[in-house]
């Protein structure tokens, strides 16, 4: 099952030889994809939704359909095609409020397919960067330029040797493209926006302030790079360290949990089972072979969907092959592709409903979300009144490139289940707040009134804030007084809350206990 599912188990040896298991991103084609439907570009009529803050909103939500969505437009979403006007409500919080730290996930940005289709041309896209071929951004020429001086960088085991660009001009297989590069490039300098007068990288910021963490992939470390510059333009090389993880879960020390490894086949038995079931599915894949004149197997193998949203993403046509004496030839079709998105789109809702998927996104994604936890209570603590900060100060801005199987179990765990799938330069913000101090003669403060130097959390997916739909504050009563979810939620289901539906109260006992 595990062959014909092209899941890739990759075991890593570090530090005491621990099984790191790292999904591969043939994954693609075994975790449902559910894309993003993007809102139109804002508009002067959209002045009023959310005037608030003035701001526009996209929505990360499905709203509520009362027919079937479109599977088209829903891809289109998941290109993540470079918006110039698109708001973020990163940085948000009631007067007087202090950012303490944010701690940044992103998806890295557009790239060439994984997957070649057999008999056909692929996708004609040059790989190297120019300002002067669209889409692109204000900062790219400089951008190109900072990047010739990584060599003043820091490097983790084989980061260094990595290309900081993506350099050829026939793309390779998963390259980023220089949409990637200008999504990410746009996405870091909302966040700067966002938070530039929060003071929270001062403008001496030290190496202990700010962490970028990447898989080895130089789609993610180029993207990580581009997101960076974005946001702290001209950044010192000599002050950063690009660290290195081995895993796509970014499970440190902490991979070996057997439990997580049997959900996740399981759910490959479910998603199996689904698909071969889909007798519209399969005729599509027959008459998809048969234009190209291969074997349905042979077309399967090759996952046709991500070389077909590449072409839908670049405006390009769709695969074409001669006709030949057989009868084969022609063009795939949008209609053929149609079917390939809806069948995604029927399976994340199986995958809600069975349940598998959620238990495997918990378990894989503790170790990230409890190191989260911890960098915010070192940060809480060192912003108590009277104590000596440590020297270099604490780790107030985080980012962590990564990829769909790295974010989608992300969204899962925090159960943001109705979230739409990752996009192309998809991001997670988890924001630490802390509430201003009493002043010293002020009447006593109103019941319900956040109380002096309380911690807060707010969490946003693509620049909205999704809080108040997450397990651990959705019953959260923002409306009595605390506008902001209070942190010590957060830590109280990463540690252990989160792990009562394996009726267990630990990581290690959600993972070692015996199924049944």
Not at 272 to 280: F, G, H, Q, W
Not at 347 to 370: C, F
Request: hydrophobic fraction near 35%; aromatic fraction near 10%.
């Amino acid at each position: 099952m595990l062959a014909r599912n092209r899941f890739l188990l990759l075991v890593v040896v570090g530090g005491a030889a621990l099984a790191v298991i790292s999904l591969s991103l043939q994954f693609l084609n075994l975790i449902p994809t559910t894309p993003i439907v993007e809102e139109r570009p804002f508009q002067a009529e959209d002045r009023g939704h959310g005037a608030a803050l003035g701001k526009s909103r996209k929505r990360v939500f499905p709203v509520p359909h009362t027919q079937e969505p479109n599977p088209i437009s829903e891809a289109y979403g998941y290109c993540n095609t470079p918006n110039h006007t698109e708001q973020a409500w990163e940085g948000h919080s009631p007067a007087d409020y202090k950012l303490l730290s944010v701690q940044v996930m992103i998806r890295h940005g557009d790239r060439y397919p994984l997957y070649y289709i057999p008999k056909t041309k692929r996708p004609a896209i040059d790989c190297t960067l120019s300002p002067h071929r669209q889409p692109s951004h204000p900062l790219l020429n400089a951008f190109i330029s900072h990047m010739g001086q990584g060599s003043r960088g820091h490097w983790e085991s084989s980061l260094g040797s990595a290309p900081r660009l993506p350099n050829h001009s026939v793309c390779e297989m998963g390259e980023l493209t220089q949409t990637g590069v200008v999504q990410h490039l746009h996405n870091g300098q909302l966040l700067h926006q966002a938070y530039k007068h929060h003071n929270l990288l001062p403008s001496n910021w030290t190496p202990r302030q700010l962490w970028v963490e990447t898989t080895g992939k130089s789609r993610t470390l180029q993207s990580g790079l581009a997101f960076l510059y974005g946001f702290l333009p001209d950044f010192d090389w000599t002050k950063l360290t690009m660290r290195h993880q081995w895993s796509t879960l970014f499970c440190g020390s902490a991979c070996d949990c057997p439990a997580r490894n049997r959900y996740l086949e399981e759910e490959q038995r479910r998603q199996y089972r689904l698909r071969v079931a889909d007798t519209e599915l399969e005729r599509n894949y027959a008459d998809m072979a048969r234009t190209l004149g291969l074997p349905t197997r042979q077309l399967r193998a090759a996952n046709p969907i991500d070389s077909l949203l590449c072409h839908l993403c670049h405006g390009l046509s769709f695969p074409c092959v001669p006709v030949g004496e057989s009868g084969s030839g022609g063009c795939l079709t949008m209609a053929q592709f149609a079917v390939i998105r809806r069948q995604q789109l029927d399976d994340e809702v199986d995958r809600r409903r069975v349940g598998l998927y959620h238990k495997y996104a918990v378990l894989a994604m503790y170790p990230y979300l409890n190191r989260t936890a911890a960098k915010m209570e070192r940060v809480a603590k060192s912003s108590e009144a009277g104590r000596q900060p440590r020297a270099g100060g604490e780790e107030v801005f985080t980012v962590s490139s990564a990829h769909d199987v790295t974010m989608a179990p992300l969204l899962s765990a925090l159960g943001l289940e109705e979230a739409r799938f990752p996009r192309f330069a998809a991001r997670v913000v988890f924001e630490l707040w802390k509430s201003p101090p009493t002043m010293q003669g002020q009447l006593k403060k109103k019941a319900g009134k956040a109380k002096d130097g309380e911690l807060f959390i707010r969490v946003l997916y693509n620049g909205e804030d999704v809080t108040f739909h997450t397990t651990f504050c959705r019953s959260h009563n923002h409306h009595a007084g605390q506008p902001l979810c209070p942190l010590k939620k957060f830590l109280s289901f990463v540690r252990r809350d989160m792990f009562s539906i394996f009726n267990a109260t630990s990581y290690q006992g959600a993972c070692y206990r015996r199924p049944g």
